[in-house]
């Protein structure tokens, strides 16, 4: 664990330092780097800024869910959802697959735990359902999850569909998700992708071509 | 605003427009940069990285505030906390000021008006909590942005304490302030304080000795 580098005082309460040597561990959130290029500095974006910037749009945005959700429940999601990426690393949604939830399984075993009682499992809980994309919590959830990078790609002109030779049909079989959670905000990714479209960022859709992201 | 260089499809519904255009205005908060090293790449941390690890301290540690706070109110001061600093830039805690409050009231008239409606009055309204310093929930999220700067630099062995002369005294009288939303919190910070000391990181206990960060 990144905390062994210094372990913390002896004499602080056994769970509480183990509290504080997770909070310490996720630090490394802040070095799982995103290919999402940020509009504000051009660089790429961490999961740490990313998950922020989650919890903000949801404050911002949460009148938007398909139906009324519980804001702490969808903050809370937000931001552990992607703690096991600490152990496994992003995996862009162009690339992602079986082995990716493999290696994020036996991330959130090793994770979680470090936590004491069952407070690691209820942090577990939290990640598990966003995974699982059921309630209406995890659905609004992941629709700005998956508009975030959208925002972030228009600022920068589509440069990574351009690269990747996205197509709209391949943007929004992988995007449509959207929708489940805010029908509105799928409305504004749709707007995005035909005005990309008409810009000329896009690549013909046939079949194969990519989300771009 | 950032959205200028692009500005959104003017087919989206006004309030929602303004909505997103605050959402990407905010992405500035990955470029403000704090004094904070942070343990796990050896750069400066910014204000996004450094709310979002305040977030998830606040759900890892809810239970060592003070009193029983209401957790999603902490969560959205500590979001919204530093959004000021997008206009009015980050002041290191020894330098602050009157002149760094005038600067924050002054971006905050500009920054929360960006939003429909009233909801900007509602998201400033979570950051004069957070600055009032007088609910529970804002001493809660006080101690834990207090806290946070002093784990990074634990895990630094004292690096910037050492650089600015840091005494324990003046640590103590300017994070003494932890122990408002949380005692369990500032045993913690007394600890790191003592251990500090003892390894030689820190000044003589003089006037003016300074909080070192």
């Not at 183990?18 to 780097?33: G, N, P, S, T, Y």
């Not at 290029?37 to 740490?48: F, G, L, T, Y």
């Not at 995974?131 to 998956?146: I, K, N």
């Amino acid at each position: 664990m990144l905390v062994d580098r210094n372990p913390l005082p002896d004499d602080l309460a056994a769970d509480l330092r183990r509290q504080l040597a997770f909070v310490i561990e996720v630090d490394q959130m802040k070095a799982v780097i995103r290919e999402t290029v940020i509009p504000s500095v051009d660089r790429c974006e961490n999961d740490a800024e990313h998950s922020w910037h989650l919890a903000l749009m949801a404050i911002v945005l949460r009148e938007h869910a398909r139906e009324p959700v519980d804001l702490p429940r969808v903050l809370e999601m937000l931001i552990v959802h992607d703690l096991v990426e600490v152990y496994a690393g992003d995996t862009p949604l162009r690339l992602q697959d079986d082995q990716q939830e493999v290696r994020e399984r036996e991330a959130a075993d090793r994770l979680f735990p470090l936590l004491p009682g069952d407070q690691g499992d209820r942090l577990r809980g939290a990640w598990e359902e966003f995974e699982a994309h059921e309630t209406a919590e995890a659905q609004f959830a992941r629709s700005l999850d998956r508009l975030q990078p959208m925002l972030m790609e228009w600022m920068h002109d589509g440069q990574r569909w351009r690269d990747n030779g996205a197509s709209a049909e391949g943007i929004r079989s992988r995007l449509g998700i959207i929708a489940d959670g805010s029908p509105a905000l799928w409305d504004v990714a749709e707007s995005l992708i035909a005005e990309a479209d008409r810009r000329g960022w896009l690549s013909p859709d046939e079949p194969g071509n990519s989300v771009g992201f």
